[in-house]
């Protein structure tokens, strides 16, 4: 796969605009943190850019990222470069947001794995994409795919499968998504379990976008609830899933977010030293 992440870089608008032609990808600076390049796009930007990928006809993937994923992205050598060679990666957590203020490189916004979710459904549905999902319990991505048919009745389901799969029962499931002559593959198996899997897989399936969309099949078909848009919009989504799933997200969020606060401080650190 074509590191395309790679091709996007900030740049004059000249060459911004030579780049943008020969990647056939919208121009973007992008804020590094944590040796990650994340992209700097609204979320129509990154619409866009997605729809000029799948117009590729080759398989393509991104990534969304916050503070837990930057945090194993510095211990999970392989988590890394996959981010690395992912075709666009954006910022799904709001403290990554904030952290590229800090940097003085501010992402536009927050362009989350499960807001993409939804509208790349909804493009699927009015362009007769066929769309494949993979991840979660059997009843929840079941009950997410007939949701979103009775919502979109022209969406085509290439199929789904649930996420708790054996490696013996991998190659079956990579041969009924690339049967299901599917174009777009949602992946929800939680982090780095998704990207892994993806990035070991999507070539294989056909597909010609593939994006790991966390817990949303969840959120979707009702089994856990999302935060409410308030606590979206102040940064605080997750405290509600700590308050929702207190046993599972503890570590995550009281850990991980100290360990994003440290990794950040430490790159502010070195920065203004160099500077
Ligand atoms: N999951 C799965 N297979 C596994 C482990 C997890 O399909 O082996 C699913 C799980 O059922 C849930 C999702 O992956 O639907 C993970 O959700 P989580 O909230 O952890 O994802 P996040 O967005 O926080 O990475």
């Not at 796969?1 to 900030?10: A, G, H, R, S, V």
């Not at 121009?27 to 979320?43: K, R, V």
């Not at 490189?105 to 807001?115: A, N, Q, S, W």
């Not at 848009?229 to 605080?236: S, Y």
Request: glycine residues 6%; charged residues 25%.
């Amino acid at each position: 796969m074509q590191p395309l992440n790679k091709e996007i870089q900030p740049a004059t608008k000249t060459e911004n605009e030579s780049l943008s032609a020969a990647s056939c990808l919208l121009p973007s600076a992008y804020c590094t943190i944590a040796g990650i390049d994340i992209n700097n796009l609204s979320q129509d930007e990154a619409i866009e850019n997605i729809g000029r990928l799948i117009a590729k006809n080759e398989p393509h993937y991104m990534v969304v990222v916050n503070a837990a994923k930057v945090v194993t992205a510095t211990r999970d050598s392989e988590l890394k470069r996959i981010i690395s060679n992912a075709d666009l990666v954006t910022a799904d957590g709001m403290s990554v947001v904030w952290a590229s203020r800090l940097f003085g490189r501010p992402l536009k916004e927050r362009v989350t794995g499960i807001d993409l979710f939804a509208r790349l459904i909804a493009t699927a549905a009015a362009k007769n994409l066929r769309v494949y999902f993979l991840g979660a319990r059997d009843e929840a991505v079941k009950k997410v795919v007939e949701m979103l048919k009775t919502q979109h009745p022209t969406l085509q389901v290439a199929g789904s499968h649930h996420g708790y799969f054996t490696d013996s029962e991998n190659p079956a499931i990579v041969e009924d998504i690339k049967s299901s002559r599917a174009d777009l593959l949602f992946v929800a198996m939680g982090s780095p379990k998704q990207e892994k899997w993806i990035a070991a897989n999507v070539e294989k399936t056909g597909a010609r976008f593939a994006l790991g969309v966390g817990g949303s099949f969840d959120h979707l078909s009702g089994a856990v609830r999302r935060a409410p848009l308030w606590m979206q919009n102040a940064g605080l989504e997750w405290l509600h899933r700590l308050m929702s799933e207190p046993r599972r997200m503890w570590r995550r969020y009281l850990i991980g977010n100290s360990q994003f606060i440290w990794v950040v401080v430490k790159q502010f650190f070195s920065r203004k030293s160099r500077a």
